[in-house]
C-alpha cells in the first residue's frame, strides 16, 4: 500500500519558513517526478513546484520563484519544499505528490496546513 504522508506545516509569521517534508512508503519513488501542489477553499489545487527524478531538473510557479526550494533524497524516497520569506498568500493545504506517468500525479498525501499571518 502506497503512502505519502507530509509533514513540517503550521503557523508561521510572515517573512518566517517553514520546510515541508514528503515521505513515501510502499513503493520506490525514485525514477519519478514529484510536485507540492496547495490548495485554498474555493479554489483550485495549484501546483506549487516539481522535481524530475534526478533533481536535475525543476519547476516553480511564478509566485513562489525565489522564496522556495523543492529537494528530493532518493535514498529516503521523500521530498522537500524549503519556503522562505513566507507571505499571508502562501497560506493553503499544500500536498505532495507523485507523477508515475509524465504530468500525472497519481499518489497524493493527506496534506499538511500553511498558515502565515500578517
Known amino acids: 500500500q502506497v503512502q505519502l504522508v507530509e509533514s513540517g506545516g503550521g503557523l508561521v509569521q510572515a517573512g518566517g519558513s517553514l520546510r515541508l517534508s514528503c515521505a513515501a512508503s510502499?513503493?520506490?519513488?525514485?525514477?519519478?517526478?514529484m510536485g507540492w501542489f496547495r490548495q485554498t477553499p474555493g479554489k483550485e489545487r495549484e501546483l506549487v513546484a516539481n522535481?524530475?527524478?534526478?533533481?536535475?531538473?525543476?519547476y516553480y510557479t511564478d509566485s513562489v520563484k525565489g522564496r522556495f526550494t523543492i529537494s528530493r533524497d532518493n535514498a529516503k524516497n521523500a521530498v522537500y519544499l524549503q519556503m522562505n520569506s513566507l507571505k499571508p498568500e502562501d497560506t493553503a493545504v499544500y500536498y505532495c505528490?507523485?507523477?508515475?506517468?509524465?504530468?500525472?500525479?497519481?499518489?497524493w498525501g493527506q496534506g499538511t496546513q500553511v498558515t502565515v499571518s500578517s
Open positions: 505528490a507523485v507523477a508515475t506517468l509524465p504530468g500525472l500525479y497519481n499518489y
Open positions: 510502499g513503493r520506490t519513488f525514485s525514477s519519478s517526478a
Open positions: 522535481i524530475n527524478w534526478s533533481g536535475g531538473a525543476t
